[in-house]
């Protein structure tokens, strides 16, 4: 089992940065891709960023790409997700996610196996 808890949600305006944390437990952290959905209000729940155990390979959706940044210390057992040039539309609850880099790669949800609890982000206008 994997236990993930993220942290470093919040209420921001628009063009601010968050930095969200996702510390992870539980068994060997580098065995793990890590990834981040995100779930507005009445919207299914959507890929956000991956990146697999080792770090070299990384994957975002379009929508994010230049603003948000992903990354991970392994020595921490961490994954981080920086975000810039926040915009209205980043307003969800990001959730952090582990698993195989396959199942992550494919970008859905339902494919996943372990999921923090998730952290608000608000962005206002």
């Known amino acids: 089992q994997v236990q993930l808890v993220e942290s470093g949600g919040g209420l921001v305006q628009a063009g601010g940065s968050l930095r969200l944390s996702c510390l992870a437990s539980?068994?060997?952290?580098?065995?793990?891709?890590m990834g981040w959905f995100r779930q507005a209000p009445g919207r299914e729940r959507e890929f956000v960023a991956s990146i697999s155990s080792s770090g070299s390979m990384i994957d975002y959706v379009d929508s994010v790409k230049g603003r948000f940044t992903i990354s991970r210390d392994n020595a921490k057992s961490t994954v981080y997700l920086q975000m810039n040039s926040l915009k209205p539309e980043d307003t969800a609850v990001y959730y952090c996610t582990a698993g195989a880099w396959y199942s992550i790669a494919a970008r859905r949800p339902a494919g996943m196996p372990y999921w923090g609890q998730g952290t608000q982000v608000t962005v206002s206008s």
């Open positions: 539980g068994r060997t952290f580098t065995r793990d891709a």
